[in-house]
């Protein structure tokens, strides 16, 4: 991996994705702040389009912490099997939802810290909450955050944290957020795990991966 990019080819970078994603934004369908965050719950380690076909029928009934108590831990499972690691799921999302009503007067936090408190809420999950339902710069880095920033050379880390804290670096901070969802719609359309489409790449003169694997 060669080294990462300069301040002012990050930037270039990130202009060329808004202009190609001028509608960069969370894919998880939600109309308040508790759905988004039982929505990136459940987004671990399955995609958004099955998410969303999950809480389209799920928030129907369920969109308060209150009313998601009145199921059973298997109940919920059954709800939510389609997506993945439901029983694990479904006892984080419970406890969250319990915790939400005993410590936060049933309200979701709005500090990195106190959203990590909740069962199944990791540092990415925290962030997607804080930059989309409470306007914090943050970059909540996910497999395609991943994979994009460190194959481009916006960062050149082998793991989660250490890419956040080089996307942080190199990132202008009021930048964070709107970078975290043009990585991931990048991510999703272009810049694919298996098969990247480089060829169409308009970063094709920036990519660290393409210098290496194709001149």
């Known amino acids: 991996m060669k080294g990462k990019l300069n301040k002012k080819e990050v930037d270039k970078v990130l202009d060329i994705l808004e202009e190609l994603y001028p509608d960069a934004e969370v894919e998880l369908n939600h109309s308040n702040t508790f759905e988004l965050l039982i929505a990136t719950i459940l987004s671990a380690q399955c995609t958004d389009k099955r998410v969303n076909k ?128 043009l990585l991931i719609f990048h991510g999703r359309r272009i810049c694919k795990a298996r098969k990247p489409m480089c060829e169409k790449c308009p970063l094709k003169k920036y990519c660290n991966y393409y210098k290496e694997n194709f001149n």
């Not at 209150?66 to 999302?93: D, H, M, P, V, W």
Request: charged share 30%; net charge positive.
């Open 54 to 181: 999950i809480t389209k029928e799920l928030f129907k009934e369920y969109n308060t912490p209150k009313a998601f108590l009145t199921l059973t831990q298997e109940e919920l499972g059954e709800k939510i099997r389609s997506c993945g690691f439901y029983r694990n799921k479904s006892k984080n999302i419970l406890g969250a939802c319990q915790m939400i009503i005993e410590e936060f007067d049933g309200k979701v936090p709005d500090t990195r810290e106190e959203l990590m408190k909740l069962p199944g809420v990791g540092r990415k999950t925290a962030n997607v909450v804080l930059s989309n339902a409470f306007s914090v710069d943050a970059i909540a880095v996910d497999t395609h955050v991943f994979r994009v920033s460190n194959r481009i050379g916006l960062a050149n880390s082998k793991d989660v944290l250490d890419t956040e804290k080089d996307l942080m670096e190199n990132i202008k901070k009021e930048r964070w957020s709107k970078a975290h969802h």
